[in-house]
């Protein structure tokens, strides 16, 4: 049986816990400390996940709490938006939700961020509790606080700080993921390890077979300890006004892959290409070794992640990345590692020695191919 706790704590003072189980029960037990027996809980979920895990849930919440209203919405990042909140909007007016209930968020980052934001505005905030299933829910975006949607073109540009009351993991839920959702949530899983803990991306290196097998005592294993790293970034740093910028390592150019091939990649396929290249750049200016930089290569690769897409030009890439907002003043704010296991913030990269990294990366390639 897993069971695992460990508390979220802002100034000194525990904010919210993070509960890592193989099953849903006990998601009452947990919510009994909130008073659920007067509340309305609403379970917002979309059409996928809601297909393997809303009965379950609904069951159990419905014995537990005044109310059980259920809304689900259209799976993927396009309904991440102020439409999907809007609904959410009129259907809690409709249902007389109060300052005084609850929203349970099941599924992915996407119902995740999108419930968060709604918490967060209606009624200028309710409370909300988040129920990850995807792996890079659980072990990135439903720690932390940041909620938020898309806004036409622009990903995540309205949003807001908001902590959950409660983050509830059960790590079976990985299960039902498909190969590529799950091996996008790895992508967040090494640069955990790569910006923070060495000893922890060694294990991740040493388990990978036991993790490409879902293997669930190295699931267990895997969501904690990338749960501790997320949570000692976010506990340190709470608004990103310095170390927590450390987790956007492989998110610059990862951003702009992600957004030029339209999101036809997952957000973590790109963030494990953009690590490789952010890993190149560390090893070109002599931060990491060679052989540390093909260590991180080939990890990437046991996992089958896609190489940068043949069709980008490096020129479009390295342009995009100027609408990241990880920019200060008009410099980039690039995170590489200082070594393996650490990273930091440099506001010296320039477009030029992005363009290199891409430059010498093909001639590289070609010279490979000649030999
Ligand atoms: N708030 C943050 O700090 C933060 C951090 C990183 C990413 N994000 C956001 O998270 C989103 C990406 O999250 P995601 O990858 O979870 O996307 P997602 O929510 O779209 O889930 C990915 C896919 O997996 C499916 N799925 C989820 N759980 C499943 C399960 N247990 N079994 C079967 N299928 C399942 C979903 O239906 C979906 O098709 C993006 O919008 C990104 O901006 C937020
Ligand atoms: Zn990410």
Redesign the pocket.
């Known amino acids: 049986m897993v069971q695992k706790r460990l508390e979220v704590k802002q100034d000194e003072k525990k904010v919210y816990d993070i509960v890592i189980k193989d099953t849903f029960q006990g998601l009452t037990e947990e919510l009994e400390a909130f008073d659920i027996e007067k509340k309305r809980l609403c379970i917002v979920t ?4 809601s297909s ?2 809303l009965n379950e849930i609904h069951e159990l919440l419905n014995e537990a709490c005044r109310q059980v209203d259920i809304f689900i919405f259209q ?3 396009a309904s ?1 938006n102020l439409d999907t909140v809007s609904q959410l909007y009129r259907y809690l007016i409709q249902h007389k939700y109060d300052r005084k209930d609850m929203l349970i968020a099941l ?7 999108l419930t ?1 934001f709604t918490a967060a505005t209606y009624l200028r905030g309710i409370d909300f509790v988040q129920v ?6 659980q072990v ?5 606080g ?3 949607v ?1 806004f036409q073109s622009y ?2 540009m309205v949003g807001a700080f908001y902590m959950p009351k409660l983050v509830y993991i059960n790590i079976n ?6 190969e590529r ?1 799950f091996h ?2 790895l992508g ?1 899983v090494i640069k955990h390890g790569l910006i923070q803990d060495r000893k922890y991306y060694e294990w991740v290196k040493a388990n990978r077979e036991a993790i490409a097998a879902r293997n669930p005592e190295a699931m267990a294993v895997m969501v904690e300890g990338s749960c501790r790293i997320k949570r000692a970034v976010v506990e340190e740093d709470p608004k990103e006004q310095g170390i927590r910028a450390f987790l956007n390592f492989g998110h610059t150019f990862g951003h702009s892959i992600e957004k030029l091939m339209d999101f036809r990649l ?3 396929e790109c963030v494990g290409i953009g690590c490789i290249l952010a890993a190149d750049m560390s090893r070109r200016r002599n931060y990491i070794s060679q052989e540390e930089y093909e260590d991180i290569v080939n990890i990437f690769k046991y996992f089958d992640f896609p190489e940068i897409p043949q069709e980008l030009d490096s020129r479009d890439i390295v342009r995009e990345t100027r609408h990241d907002k990880k920019m200060e003043h008009g410099a980039i704010k690039f995170i590489l590692l200082r070594a393996v296991g650490e990273a930091d913030i440099y506001k010296d990269v320039t477009e030029e020695e992005m363009l290199s990294v891409f430059r010498s990366r093909n001639e590289e390639k070609e010279a490979g191919g000649r030999a």
């Open positions: 979309e059409r996928n996940v393997y895990y799976e993927g990042e991440k599924g992915g980052g996407v119902v995740g961020d968060g990850p299933t995807s792996l890079l829910s990135d975006s439903s720690i932390g940041k909620t938020g898309d990903k995540n839920t990985l299960k039902t993921l498909s959702e996008s949530g967040e997952t957000h973590g």
